[in-house]
């Protein structure tokens, strides 16, 4: 079984600081998506980082894949209140199964104003 | 419309009762997939169809769990004999095809008293 771990489960920032979440697994994924939730709506998708090693930026934030494909993080620069959310994290299958994706609990993040 | 939709979107039963959420994805989108969110948790995978078929309900967390896709569109969730453990948002979610980014609903939050 595939399983993913996020880290913080919780973070309750400042407006303008800047921010990390992690995610971590013993397994290699094919790719991995990050997604935000916000209360009463489905998860949209962030990004999708396919390489190890691949770095993508999209305005503050940066997603990192770790060179293994096992591991991934977000790095938000200078935090707004419109940030605030849930910061999930899930795992592509390999072949057979890349249809299935395996999640984290998620990071809650609180920026306050 | 352009988007999952879901409903419905909140629905409250006594234990006992059968329920079904009923998921229209997006037009012209083969897969489509059911997952489950406990309070506090990340998302767990339930069934994936492909077309009207669903290879894969390994997710599916017991025989009073099942799902259909008909006309490769609308599904729908079946639970019967409902239990305090099947409280928890359930969220559709399709691609165009399953190696491709998932679209999720906003979920219909499933409440047994």
């Known amino acids: 079984t595939q399983l993913l771990e996020q880290s913080p489960q919780f973070l309750s920032i400042q407006e303008g600081e800047n921010l990390t979440v992690y995610c971590n697994s013993s397994?290699?994924?094919?790719?991995l998506q990050w997604y935000r939730q916000e209360p009463g709506e489905g998860p949209v998708l962030l990004v999708t980082v396919v390489t190890g090693g691949e770095v993508k930026k999209l305005k503050r934030l940066t997603f990192q894949f770790g060179d293994a494909r096992k591991d991934s993080s977000l790095h938000i620069t200078a935090a707004q209140p419109g940030d605030t959310g849930l910061y999930l994290c899930a795992g592509e299958g390999g072949r057979g199964s890349n249809y299935k994706l395996t999640f984290g609990k998620g990071t809650l993040l609180t920026v306050n104003p | 419309g352009a988007g999952v939709s879901q409903s419905p979107s909140n629905k409250v039963t006594e234990k006992g009762k059968d329920v079904e959420l009923r998921c229209d994805p997006i037009s012209g989108h083969t897969a489509l997939y059911w997952y489950r969110q406990r309070l506090g948790q990340g998302l767990e995978f339930l069934i994936y169809f492909q077309g009207n078929s669903a290879p894969d309900k390994s997710g599916l967390p017991s025989d009073r769990f099942s799902a259909e896709r008909t006309g490769e569109s609308v599904s729908t969730l079946t639970i019967q004999r409902t239990q305090q453990e099947d409280s928890a948002v359930y969220l559709c979610?399709?691609?165009?095809?399953?190696?491709?980014?998932?679209?999720f609903g906003d979920g219909t939050r499933l409440s047994i008293l």
């Open positions: 397994s290699v994924f094919s790719s």
């Open positions: 979610a399709s691609s165009f095809i399953s190696n491709q980014p998932q679209h």
